[in-house]
């Protein structure tokens, strides 16, 4: 049962990994660039739906087959159907003769997909000295492509094909710096561009493709300065190194226009160091300003996604601080992003999305002061570790006790040691996850919360059942005929595994946001505050689980089993209700206002959404409470196998 459950525990978190490749430091960026080259060199070759250059046409086929054919030869991910699917949608494009635009934005697209799904460094370690890189133009690059960089070098007059005229700002638009990089690096077949891979560092060739990629856009670029400092949108387009170097003008043309664009892109370029990475509240902030600009452009998906990055990306990281501080404004920010990104799909009025985005704008203002004043004081950290612990954990530990004093009730000791395993690999696992997620390729926000959306309504489903099979046997006497027929029973191999799952899936859901939201508070530098708010926690949940165990061996057993019927009746509701809230946050899941007050302890939600799942599990329990007193009328048959043990 186990090989079935992981993969369903762990589905989240797997989603958001995508794939790790193999070797692919070497294919993956010729792949990129051959899509590049496709995305900025076929206007040469189509206009109109009619060939204007048979060789470079040719040449695109052969790109658009033979980047397809390497895509195939990766090693194969959870991405590698759609990556498929979408080459064969950009080699149907070029044989159609189909317009320019259409086909960069296909080859662009493949290309950002296909480093998604196999992650390659694409920005440098350092930020670019475009001194330096200046330097190295003019010392070997200005003889074939100019002083200014317009192809008309005394060498390049007489090169075929002639150099590329860096600013020609229709070309360049399609060009990132990453792009320039690789060519640098690794040069372009059939013609007189070489590699400078051996004969530059990488540090060198960066800061040759920053200086090369400011050269069609110097007259904008002083304009950039004041667009950069005065706009959140920007921000959010541009968060950090990264994001400039894969930056492109007809990338950002949509959302900011044309000559903003290039305003922004030629000042960034030339100024690298002024695109200082953005996150928290401030992040929030830009990215939600950029979802209502998106929006108001009528691009409804993107501005979707940006509202989604605002609160995964922006608000989450920062919740252990947020939430030591102001709880309450925290589930209200929350709810109304959840809402915000459910009108925004869809389709609501123009006027009505801009006074959401107003309102969560002035939440997210009053939250980056909270957050402010919460960083670096001792006491806001060590609440906040204490309460993460305290609150996340208490969950599993009631699920695990309930499990522990069942078996001693039913004197059957050698199960013990299986649930005990269950909770011990859960707390493995989530560091070992994290540590992956962290260290490897970095775990989404939308993958944190699929992991404990999805665990937390799996463990719902199989308390539902645990709950329903111990009130029955809390009514009618019949624990008695379970008690005498099962504890002369051998422990078979399914009821171990099935003990050791539950007390698996209950712990890991928990363990593994708990520790990223101690990764978030370990940034303050308050580590012995954090590291006593963790001590504490852990001695109250110690204590919490010893009096329950305690308390457990002197009820009566009938009176156990009702009152651990109950415990796990209530605890399936709860995670209904935080499984729901986390695939909202994920985005999985629309969000509607519900009247209700937000009560996160109890998994009480204000959406509709979350009520209408935890009504629907109320029905169920009682439906099944129903029957089960009506079965008390019918004495239990000696024998009988119909009210066998989950578990057993």
């Known amino acids: 049962m186990l090989r079935s459950l992981l993969p369903i525990v762990l589905f989240g978190v797997v989603s958001s990994l995508a794939a790790t490749p193999q070797d692919t430091s070497a294919a993956v960026p010729q792949t990129w660039q051959m899509l590049d080259y496709l995305a900025i060199d076929y206007a040469g070759a189509v206009k109109d739906g009619a060939v204007i250059s048979s060789s470079e046409y040719a040449e695109m086929r052969e790109f658009a087959a033979t980047a397809r054919g390497r895509i195939q030869s990766l090693q194969p991910t959870a991405a590698t ?30 290309a950002d997909a296909l480093l998604q799904a196999y992650p390659v460094p694409t920005s440098p370690e350092k930020i670019p000295d475009l001194a330096r890189g200046a330097a190295l133009y003019h010392s070997r690059c200005e003889s074939c492509h100019g002083a200014t960089g317009a192809g008309d070098g005394p060498a390049g007059l007489k090169l075929s094909p002639p150099p590329i005229n860096f600013t020609d700002q229709v070309r ?226 009631l699920i695990v006790v309930a499990l522990l004093a069942f078996l001693r009730k039913a004197e059957r000791y050698e199960a013990v040691r299986y649930v005990h ?75 171990t595994w099935f003990l050791f799952s539950l007390a698996f899936i209950s712990v890991y859901r928990e363990v593994f946001e708990t520790i990223l939201f101690y990764a978030a508070l370990s940034s303050s530098g308050q580590g012995l505050w954090l590291l006593a708010g963790i001590v504490v926690g852990a001695v109250v949940l110690g204590l919490i689980g010893w009096v329950l165990l305690r308390t457990s061996r002197r009820l009566p057993i009938a009176t156990f089993f009702s009152a651990s019927s109950i415990l796990i009746a209530v605890l399936a509701v709860v995670l209904t209700g935080k499984g729901i809230a986390a695939l909202q946050e994920a985005g999985w899941v629309p969000v509607a206002r519900a009247p209700v007050p937000h009560i996160e302890f109890l998994g009480i939600f204000p959406t509709w959404q979350s009520l209408l799942a935890q009504l629907a599990i109320i029905a169920v329990l009682s439906v099944g409470f129903a029957m089960n007193h009506r079965r008390e009328r019918k004495p239990p048959q000696q024998g009988s196998r119909k009210c066998a043990n989950p578990v057993a």
């Open 81 to 110: 159907r759609t990556l498929l699917a979408e080459a064969d949608t950009l080699i149907a494009s070029v044989e159609n003769k189909s317009a320019p635009t259409q086909v960069a934005q296909q080859a662009h697209a493949l």
């Open 172 to 397: 360049s638009d399609q060009r990132s710096a990453v792009s320039l990089y690789e060519v640098i690096s690794q040069g372009v077949e059939g013609t007189p561009m070489v590699s400078f891979a051996s004969q530059l560092s990488s540090a060198d060739r960066w800061a040759l493709a920053y200086y090369v990629g400011t050269l069609a856009y110097t007259r904008e670029a002083a304009a950039g300065a004041k667009i950069w400092r005065e706009e959140r949108t920007v921000r959010a387009e541009i968060a950090d190194l990264n994001d400039l170097s894969r930056a492109r003008v007809a990338q950002l043309a949509p959302i900011l226009g044309a000559e903003r664009a290039r305003a922004i892109v030629g000042y960034l370029r030339a100024q690298p160091d002024a695109a200082q990475p953005v996150s928290g509240i401030p992040l929030a902030r830009a990215r939600l300003a950029a979802s209502l600009s998106t929006y108001r452009a009528g691009a409804a998906a993107e501005a979707t996604q940006l509202a989604l990055s605002a609160y995964l990306d922006g608000v989450e990281p920062v919740e252990p601080q947020l939430n030591a501080r102001d709880g309450a404004l925290r589930a209200e920010l929350e709810t109304a992003m959840g809402a915000y990104r459910t009108a925004v799909a869809s389709h609501a009025p123009v006027d009505a999305i801009t006074k959401q985005a107003g309102e969560i704008d002035a939440l997210l203002a009053r939250a980056q002061s909270v957050v402010a004043e919460a960083a670096g004081d001792a006491t806001s950290i060590f609440i906040g570790a204490f309460t993460i612990l305290v609150r996340e954990g208490l969950e599993a530990l």
């Open 421 to 495: 395993a269950g909770w011990i690999v859960a707390l493995l696992a989530g560091g070992l996850t994290w540590a992956i997620a962290r260290y490897a390729i970095s775990i989404s926000g939308a993958g944190r919360e699929l992991t404990e959306g999805l665990s937390s309504l799996f463990a719902a489903v199989v308390l539902i059942t645990v709950g329903l099979w111990m009130h029955q046997k809390s009514v009618g006497g019949r624990w008695q005929h379970y008690l005498k027929e099962k504890m002369a029973a051998a422990l078979n191999r399914r009821s």
